[in-house]
């Protein structure tokens, strides 16, 4: 009764824009076909079809992972999805046993990861090569304040699609705004060079990058507020970086976050948030994965109280 409610909001609400795959489910759309368009990722009901598959692929690694891998098909048989639901599901989230099993898996099946999971996961030499698969990270559950992990480990290992907690504005939502302001804001950006370069290619170079702030105009006050007192403006420049894992025996397929997150701010102009001047001494940053590093500019106030407020990103 629920799940056909729920298909029903969907297609009332969303209409044209929801995304309602074919019958087959063996062909991804191209990232064009998705352009403005909702996609759900849920469970659907197994196909005779890709329950021999498994079944096949279960045997050609040995007995001991037939009856694994087969009590996990037989789980999934159990699953009650309505029809009207699962017409509507391009993404099936499915159980995640080895990747071994995975790759004989439809190109519409996905894993899910729990931030504290990439890394376990990824230990195993095996597991490297065939991560790039289709795969989908998300915050952990210890996670009780909806706070985020930064996005930049699972971009730079190639996850396909890094959820995060949308509820909190926190400078990971800021560093994953960014990034999805790429490519035309389309909402797809290609996956890291580092990722789809073979390994015998090094990518990662140490640079220096430096950056001046001269000036800005007419800033806002906090909050968007129309009258109030005259603010006192100072930036704050943030770098957020990952870095190959150097006692990784993955030969660096691996990464970890940088722990120092480096961060500079320049001095505050009092009273002036029309045109203050700034020109800064010069900051420099040293980045190491050019394809995933990011930089944020913070612009707050100094005279806001206790905490200062922020005015915009």
């Not at 929801?18 to 009901?45: A, T």
């Not at 996005?151 to 730079?156: F, G, H, I, R, T």
């Not at 993955?250 to 722990?259: A, E, Q, T, V």
């Not at 050019?290 to 707050?300: A, K, T």
Request: glycine share 6%.
């Amino acid at each position: 009764m629920y799940q056909r409610q729920m298909a029903a909001i969907l297609k009332n609400t969303l209409g044209e824009l929801l995304y309602i795959p074919d019958k087959k489910y063996n062909v991804l759309p191209s990232p064009n076909e998705l352009i403005g368009k909702v996609v759900l990722k849920g469970k659907r009901p197994p196909e005779a079809e890709d329950i021999e598959k498994m079944i096949e692929s279960s045997r050609a690694l040995g007995a001991k992972e037939i009856s694994n891998d087969t009590s996990s098909i037989q789980t999934a048989t159990l699953i009650e999805i309505v029809d009207d639901l699962a017409k509507l599901t391009l993404l099936n989230g499915v159980p995640f046993t080895n990747f071994a099993t995975s790759v004989f898996l439809p190109c519409t099946h996905m894993h899910s990861f729990s931030e504290s999971k990439i890394a376990k996961v990824l230990k195993n030499p095996n597991n490297a090569a065939l991560w790039r698969d289709y795969n989908r990270t998300y915050p952990s559950g210890s996670r009780v304040d909806s706070s985020n992990a930064k996005p930049l480990v699972a971009w730079a290992t190639g996850c396909q699609l890094v959820a995060l907690n949308y509820q909190t504005h926190d400078s990971a939502l800021v560093i994953n705004d960014g990034r999805f302001r790429e490519n035309g804001g389309c909402g797809y950006v290609r996956k890291p060079d580092s990722v789809l370069k073979s390994s015998s290619e090094k990518l990662d170079e140490e640079i220096t990058l430096s950056i001046r702030v001269l000036s800005g105009t007419c800033l806002p006050k906090p909050k968007a507020e129309k009258v109030g007192e005259v603010i006192s403006p100072y930036v704050v420049i943030r770098a957020y970086d990952v870095a190959l894992d150097e006692c990784d025996p993955i030969g660096g397929s691996l990464r970890k976050d940088l722990l120092d997150r480096a961060e500079r701010k320049t001095e505050e102009i009092p009273d002036n948030g029309y045109c203050p001047q700034w020109k800064s001494e010069v900051f420099s940053f040293k980045l190491k994965s050019l394809d995933v590093s990011m930089i944020s500019f913070y612009v707050s106030d100094s005279e806001a109280g206790f905490l200062d407020d922020t005015m915009c990103k």
